[in-house]
């Protein structure tokens, strides 16, 4: 048994100050109260001026992306071994940064679900994952192995997630700006379609979260009662098109929506985004803004940073995505929520996200307070991944 003090804890909800411990045993927690509520004889490890959080989620990640130029276009080019190497960099990256659970929403075929089945004990990120996403032939991503046509081609694609032990069904439900000759304005599956892969889903326990930037997708995964959504760009022919009745529906259904904001500080993002932005007469603070608006409006936003795709989208900035939204005008608690409790409740993860006795001892430790300076989650001090020290993670101030 050990506990870890600090000056506050933010138990994935609220944040509590005056002095904290979190006593751990067996990779879980045992109890969070008040300083000096350490059990007698129980080895202490204090991080004063401090604040004690859970380890973060990060709900849309690509683990065989490695963030370079071209990553989504170079993942066929890799061997297997390369592959793994590149899966392996990319999770103790999202561990550098504070994060303790990934959801990978974008595999080559099935080389994640591999990865994860061959390291069982890893002390890495705890993954889910979706194998490849489904898509239409030459669709968004196509070459992570995913495309389909037809309605017996998409229960088949279910299926065969279900025999690779995938957490989640991904589909693409419009087109990407990152895939070129697909369109992020333009659906790529009927309502009908979709509702195949979502009922199909549901029979054998499988949530389904749809890709959409377009307002028709967004519309037709709603209409089809997908899980979440990735993006939700609201995007049409002539720019953006925020419809409130889509809005009000994402309300009363509760749908998790994960718009993937945040870049690497001072980057620029790639011509095809920036493309992408001039085209819809947006930037990347009016996305931040949209995205407030919609949790003001009671949208249920959860972070995730899309992480590895690009430079600008690296892994490991899911503090980005995080800020970002405080940028757009949520407050540091609410931010924090998304990539906490928040995010672990839209993935079905009950002992993740909340430091509560029962939950998985997944600890990050900040300076400071971060209900009051959110950029403090930019500098982890320390982690701990199911009560073990990650000791890569030792203060970045
Ligand atoms: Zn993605």
Redesign the pocket.
């Given at each position: 048994m050990i506990a870890i003090a600090a000056d506050g804890v933010f138990d994935g909800e609220v944040y509590s100050g005056g002095g904290a411990v979190v006593v751990v045993e067996a990779g879980r927690i045992v109890s969070v109260g008040p300083a000096g509520t350490t059990p007698a004889g129980c080895e202490v490890t204090r991080f004063d001026g401090c604040t004690i959080l859970p380890g973060l989620i990060d709900t849309?990640v690509?683990l065989c992306c490695d963030g370079k130029p071209g990553a989504l276009d170079r993942i066929p080019d890799f061997t297997a071994p390369e592959l793994d190497a590149v899966i392996e960099s990319s999770l103790r990256t999202q561990l550098a940064a504070g994060v303790t659970t990934v959801r990978d929403?974008?595999d080559r075929d099935w080389a994640v679900l591999d990865w994860r089945a061959r390291h069982p004990d890893a002390l890495l990120p705890t993954i889910l994952a979706s194998g490849p996403p489904i898509t239409i032939p030459n669709g968004h991503c196509w070459n992570m192995g995913g495309a389909v046509t037809g309605d017996d081609a998409l229960r088949a694609a279910v299926a065969e997630r279900v025999t690779r032990g995938a957490d989640v069904v991904k589909i693409m439900a419009s087109g990407g700006i990152n895939t070129p000759g697909t369109d992020p304005a333009a659906a790529q599956f009927t309502a009908a379609e979709l509702l195949v892969v979502v009922e199909e889903s549901h029979a054998v326990g499988l949530p389904v979260t749809a890709?959409a930037h377009s307002l028709d997708a967004i519309r037709f995964a709603l209409a089809a009662g997908v899980d979440s959504i990735?993006h939700c760009s609201f995007i049409t022919a002539s720019g953006l098109g925020v419809d409130e009745s889509v809005v009000e529906e994402l309300v009363a259904t509760g749908t998790p929506v994960c718009p993937?904001l945040g870049i690497v500080p001072g980057m620029t993002p790639p011509p095809a985004v920036l493309e992408h932005l001039r085209r819809t007469g947006s930037d990347l603070s009016t996305r931040n803004a949209l995205f407030a608006r919609l949790h003001h409006s009671g949208v249920r936003i959860i972070s995730g940073s899309?992480g590895g795709?690009t430079p600008a989208k690296a892994h490991g900035i899911l503090p980005e995505s995080v800020i970002a939204l405080t940028d757009g005008g949520l407050s540091p608690t609410a931010a924090l929520t998304t990539a906490t409790r928040h995010a672990a409740t839209a993935l079905n993860l009950p002992t993740k996200g909340r430091l509560t006795p029962g939950s998985d001892a997944d600890l990050l430790v900040v300076h400071g307070n971060p209900t009051t300076d959110i950029t403090t989650l930019r500098s982890p001090e320390a982690l701990f991944v199911r009560g073990r020290r990650e000791l890569s993670v030792c203060g970045g101030r």
């Amino acid at each position: 048994m050990i506990a870890i003090a600090a000056d506050g804890v933010f138990d994935g909800e609220v944040y509590s100050g005056g002095g904290a411990v979190v006593v751990v045993e067996a990779g879980r927690i045992v109890s969070v109260g008040p300083a000096g509520t350490t059990p007698a004889g129980c080895e202490v490890t204090r991080f004063d001026g401090c604040t004690i959080l859970p380890g973060l989620i990060d709900t849309h990640v690509h683990l065989c992306c490695d963030g370079k130029p071209g990553a989504l276009d170079r993942i066929p080019d890799f061997t297997a071994p390369e592959l793994d190497a590149v899966i392996e960099s990319s999770l103790r990256t999202q561990l550098a940064a504070g994060v303790t659970t990934v959801r990978d929403l974008g595999d080559r075929d099935w080389a994640v679900l591999d990865w994860r089945a061959r390291h069982p004990d890893a002390l890495l990120p705890t993954i889910l994952a979706s194998g490849p996403p489904i898509t239409i032939p030459n669709g968004h991503c196509w070459n992570m192995g995913g495309a389909v046509t037809g309605d017996d081609a998409l229960r088949a694609a279910v299926a065969e997630r279900v025999t690779r032990g995938a957490d989640v069904v991904k589909i693409m439900a419009s087109g990407g700006i990152n895939t070129p000759g697909t369109d992020p304005a333009a659906a790529q599956f009927t309502a009908a379609e979709l509702l195949v892969v979502v009922e199909e889903s549901h029979a054998v326990g499988l949530p389904v979260t749809a890709h959409a930037h377009s307002l028709d997708a967004i519309r037709f995964a709603l209409a089809a009662g997908v899980d979440s959504i990735e993006h939700c760009s609201f995007i049409t022919a002539s720019g953006l098109g925020v419809d409130e009745s889509v809005v009000e529906e994402l309300v009363a259904t509760g749908t998790p929506v994960c718009p993937t904001l945040g870049i690497v500080p001072g980057m620029t993002p790639p011509p095809a985004v920036l493309e992408h932005l001039r085209r819809t007469g947006s930037d990347l603070s009016t996305r931040n803004a949209l995205f407030a608006r919609l949790h003001h409006s009671g949208v249920r936003i959860i972070s995730g940073s899309d992480g590895g795709i690009t430079p600008a989208k690296a892994h490991g900035i899911l503090p980005e995505s995080v800020i970002a939204l405080t940028d757009g005008g949520l407050s540091p608690t609410a931010a924090l929520t998304t990539a906490t409790r928040h995010a672990a409740t839209a993935l079905n993860l009950p002992t993740k996200g909340r430091l509560t006795p029962g939950s998985d001892a997944d600890l990050l430790v900040v300076h400071g307070n971060p209900t009051t300076d959110i950029t403090t989650l930019r500098s982890p001090e320390a982690l701990f991944v199911r009560g073990r020290r990650e000791l890569s993670v030792c203060g970045g101030r």
